[in-house]
């Protein structure tokens, strides 16, 4: 199946600062990436999706302001966490998909564990 | 309102056994099923996928069950494994016109015992 990196795999940093989430698509082009949110024993929650040049729509209770994403390249979005809380501490997750193909489906990336203390 | 309910919540089979995953959707636009494996720490894994067309698809000890006129569609895990243990999510989206997000079961945590 398709490879989605993430990095970084875990990361800790102090309330107030930014922290930057680089999602990658390793051997296909994906136009589509969407980024999710995972608390502890429960499931997954879309927070954004990206295209590829164009700004991410962002799901409802969301604040794009907060939670930056950045679709730069076919393989390659950002997420940027700006001003990080405790609040923010979560496993984020990416994915990506091309379109266009019938029978593709979305792939994941291994997520990156988020602690702000 | 959740789009996909999934069920049970958690499940413990003994080694060998048949594990049995169900879930049911609201959306009759949904044309893609896919079935993911996450272990803890890790992010989800695609398993096996179904579309509507079909009403079961098999690789290896995987099969997925599908029934359109119900709405349902469940995972059958065969000659379940303790490496089986994990938590398993289905999901459902529309694929054919458009290119919307996975929208995700809550999930089910399945632990194989010896």
């Known amino acids: 199946g398709a490879v989605v990196s993430q990095h970084p795999s875990r990361v800790i940093c102090k309330s107030g600062t930014s922290v930057k989430i680089e999602c990658r698509s390793l051997d296909f082009q994906a136009t589509t990436m969407f980024w999710y949110r995972q608390f502890p024993k429960k499931s997954l929650m879309l927070m954004a999706t990206?295209?590829?040049?164009?700004?991410?729509?962002?799901e409802q209770g969301v604040e794009k302001d907060k939670f930056l994403i950045n679709h730069a390249s076919l393989t390659l979005s950002t997420l940027t966490v700006t001003s990080a809380h405790p609040e923010d501490s979560s496993f984020y997750i990416c994915s990506a998909r091309t379109s266009g193909r019938v029978q593709e489906t979305q792939y994941f990336g291994p997520g990156t564990r988020l602690l702000v203390l | 309102q959740q789009q996909v309910k999934q069920s049970p919540q958690s499940l413990i089979v003994q080694k060998g056994g048949i594990s049995i995953i169900n879930c049911a959707y609201e959306?009759?636009?949904?044309?893609?099923f896919p079935w993911y494996q996450q272990f803890p720490g890790k992010g989800p894994a695609l398993l096996i996928a179904?579309?509507?067309?079909?009403s079961e698809k098999k690789e290896g000890r995987f099969t997925i069950s599908f029934n359109k006129s119900a709405k349902q569609f469940s995972l059958h895990i065969m000659d379940s494994q303790p490496g089986d243990s994990a938590t398993y999510f289905c999901?459902?989206?529309?694929?054919?016109?458009?290119?919307?997000?996975?929208?995700f079961g809550k999930g089910t945590r399945l632990s194989v015992i010896a």
């Open positions: 959306n009759t636009a949904f044309d893609y």
């Open positions: 999901a459902a989206s529309i694929h054919r016109g458009g290119n919307t997000p996975l929208v």
């Open positions: 990206s295209n590829e040049g164009s700004k991410a729509t962002y």
């Open positions: 179904i579309r509507p067309d079909v």
